[in-house]
Structures are given as structure tokens and as C-alpha cells.
């Protein structure tokens, strides 16, 4: 099956809350693989690398992160990536 990897920009309340944990737990019961962080303008970015209808009801599912309040996903196709895991990455300080 083909994987796709696309770009997920989430932003509202989603720092501080757990959201890239939940993200994490979220990819690893789809088999997803990828990345999360979280950005200096206040939003978390999350790259993610699988099957385009797991890719599609991954993004679904990051609705039902607690604590977090979303107030907008903003999906962009990227270039094809491979990654070994799903993984929180902390931005550079």
C-alpha cells in the first residue's frame, strides 16, 4: 500500500496539555510513524508517515486529545519521509 506523509499544523490550546503525548499514543494504535513538537508561535506541528486512510482518521482522532482545545488542524501534503518510530521531538533551546 502506498504511505503518504503529510504536515499537521494544530493550534489553540495545545501546549502544556499533554497534546504531544496523546498524539504519540494516538499514532502508535495506527501504526504511525512520524513526529511532534511543538512550536514557538504556539502551535504543534506533527509530521506523520503511513497508509493515506490511517493518515485520515489519525487526524480525526487528535480531536479527543484531553485537556487540549483545539482551534484549528491545518493539513499540507510533504515530502515522502521514513522514520523508525513515532517520536516527541524537543525544539532546540
Known sequence: MAQGTM???ISGRVQKVGMRNCIRRLAGKLNIRGEVMNLSD???RVLA???PILLEKFVSM??????????DIRIS????????????VRPEE
Open 7 to 9: 504536515e499537521i499544523r
Open 42 to 44: 504556539g502551535t504543534v
Open 49 to 51: 508517515t503511513a497508509d
Open 62 to 71: 487528535i480531536y479527543g486529545c484531553p485537556r487540549a482545545v483545539i482551534r
Open 77 to 88: 501534503p510533504s515530502e515522502p519521509r521514513q522514520f523508525e518510530e513515532f517520536a516527541v
